[in-house]
């Protein structure tokens, strides 16, 4: 079946622009979850939506990072006024509401942006 | 300050011998790992885990090892394959605690040279 897909693959801009980065879960998991990996260090935690709300959003770097979830599928990651600091690999991952905890997270190949 | 930690940046090995990739942890409060691989420009691909009531899970090539008191597992892969040749991530959530967020380390690049 369809795995996690994100959009755009890459997206280039420049510093103080606003993107948005989306990301499509594998159909019937009902959470997903945003981390961001920079150049030589593993993903880091940014935010995790169960449903339609934001139930950790503690890796959220600053206030201009924000994320919704509208109706418990698809999920846009919004930053404001880029920084050169923000250029990295969004990742996605979504994971199956199964009975207990431990879920295994299931990850899409990413959005490279770059702030120039 | 880094919960999880891969202290080998790379690791080499020959077609058919056993990999063993390592990672430690430091907290007390983490009972669910997980191993990710990843090739160049994909995202990161679920391989095995472990929750924290066993110490041992096979799939496969694939074993995964988890010493509580010593707070480290490591993942072994025997044969190694030349396909096998990726960076490894290995991942742990407080699972229990109600955390779903995973911590990674940075990541071993594995090479299998044929």
């Known amino acids: 079946g369809a795995g996690v897909s994100q959009t755009p693959s890459n997206k280039v801009t420049e510093k103080g622009k606003y993107v948005e980065l989306r990301c499509d879960p594998i159909s019937g998991h009902t959470a997903l979850y945003w981390y961001r990996q920079s150049l030589g260090q593993g993903p880091e935690f940014l935010i995790y939506f169960q449903g339609t709300g934001a139930a950790d959003d503690s890796g959220l770097p600053n206030d201009r990072f924000f994320a919704v979830r509208p109706e418990g599928s698809v999920s846009t990651l919004k930053i404001q006024r880029t920084e050169r600091g923000d250029s990295a690999v969004y990742l996605c991952?979504?994971?199956?509401?199964?009975?207990?905890?431990?879920?295994?997270?299931?990850f899409g190949p990413g959005t490279r942006l770059t702030v120039l | 300050d880094q919960q999880v930690k891969q202290n080998s940046p790379s690791l080499s090995v020959q077609e058919g011998r056993i990999s063993i990739l390592n990672c430690d942890y430091t907290n007390s409060m983490f009972d669910y790992f997980l191993w990710y691989k990843k090739y160049p420009a994909e995202g990161p691909t679920f391989l095995i885990s472990i929750s924290s009531i066993k110490d041992k899970n096979e799939d496969g090539r694939f074993t995964v090892f988890l010493n509580k008191s010593a707070k480290h597992l490591s993942l072994h892969i025997v044969p190694s394959q030349p396909g096998d040749s990726a960076v490894y991530f290995c991942a742990a959530s407080a699972a229990q605690g109600g955390s779903e967020k995973l911590v990674f380390g940075k990541g071993t690049k594995l090479t299998v040279n044929p």
């Open positions: 991952a979504s994971s199956p509401n199964r009975q207990g905890p431990y879920n295994e997270q299931f």
